[in-house]
């Protein structure tokens, strides 16, 4: 009964770790970057038109037309023509690199945008919410910075940003792709934190996995928070290379109101970074908690 009430108790413990974790890092933050927007810098129209033409202007200077990226222009009016147009250039380009390098032995079509995935429904999910002027990004893929430019282009600097990051350094090239593969040992590290049953104390760890698997454990706030540090990098990185951008087609004024903004902008990924880290270091707790409870 005791090995059964065991089992219970530490598979109970993983339960309430992840809960835990999931509500901690979704919601911790949330009060954080609501204060943060609240306190983002509003532009008056003409301000708006102003930083359009700023935006197309600094796109010319910096070089990134002969890379091969460009901006979209996606609104309201023009939405479900310009979304299109950008599923299918990744559509291709996915497609083109697969029978290159990966060479499948049958020539059947290969569906990885099509309307049906949920590639294609999170893509659209975004692009809708660029053409109402809620959002912009830059696609790495396709090498297309998708935005709003009457109504968002305060946003474009910094998504220029990404894109010299990604096509205009080796080495931040390197960052702009590496932030996804560290951001992906967040939930490697939780799901370590969580199955990795506590050593009783003075116990050493037996081998060198044991020690990493140990080190994990104790310090999982740590690790999650860790993960996050290049994508905090290249965010504020991109930041950095879209005010060098505005800095020549904008007065100081404006200038100013724009480098606030990206700074508020990089809160809210901190924020998170904190929230994601906070989470994982009580779930372990919480988990650790629950599985030892005897009774």
């Known amino acids: 009964m005791s090995g059964n009430n065991n089992n219970y108790n530490t598979a109970l413990g993983i339960g309430a770790g992840g809960a835990t974790y999931l509500c901690v890092s979704k919601y911790g933050a949330k009060p954080v970057i609501k204060g943060i927007m609240s306190k983002w810098a509003d532009y008056t129209p003409g301000e708006k038109s ?8 600094s796109y010319n200077k910096s070089g990134l037309a002969a890379k091969g990226v460009e901006i979209v222009d996606i609104n309201p009016a023009n939405k479900d023509v310009a979304f299109d147009k950008f599923v299918k250039k990744i559509d291709k380009l996915l497609t083109d690199f697969i029978k290159v390098y990966i060479k499948p032995k049958d020539n059947k079509k290969i569906n990885i945008v099509g309307k049906d995935t949920n590639v294609y429904k999170n893509l659209k999910k975004f692009a809708n919410g660029v053409a109402a002027g809620k959002n912009a990004f830059y696609h790495t893929i396709s090498k297309q910075l998708l935005i709003n430019k009457k109504e968002f ?5 910094h998504e220029l940003g990404h894109a010299i990051n990604a096509n205009m350094n080796p080495w931040t090239n390197a960052l702009h792709w590496g932030r996804h593969g560290f951001a992906f040992l967040a939930p490697v ?5 969580l199955l990795k049953e506590k050593k009783p104390e003075g116990e050493k760890p037996k081998n060198f996995m044991d020690k990493v698997e ?3 454990k104790d310090n999982c706030g740590k690790v999650v928070f860790m993960a996050m540090v290049p994508t905090l990098a290249e965010e504020g990185l991109a930041s950095i290379n879209g005010h060098k951008l505005a800095k020549s087609v904008l007065k100081p004024d404006l200038l100013k109101k724009l480098a606030k903004t990206n700074a508020l902008a990089w809160g809210t990924y901190f924020a998170s970074a904190v929230a994601m880290g906070v989470g ?3 779930a372990v707790k919480v988990k650790d908690r629950i599985a030892q409870n005897k009774n």
């Open 153 to 157: 282009s305060f946003a474009g600097f």
């Open 189 to 193: 590290a939780l799901v370590v934190g």
């Open 280 to 282: 994982a270091n009580l």
């Open 50 to 57: 102003v930083l359009e033409g700023a935006l197309t202007r």
């Open 214 to 216: 140990t080190f994990t």
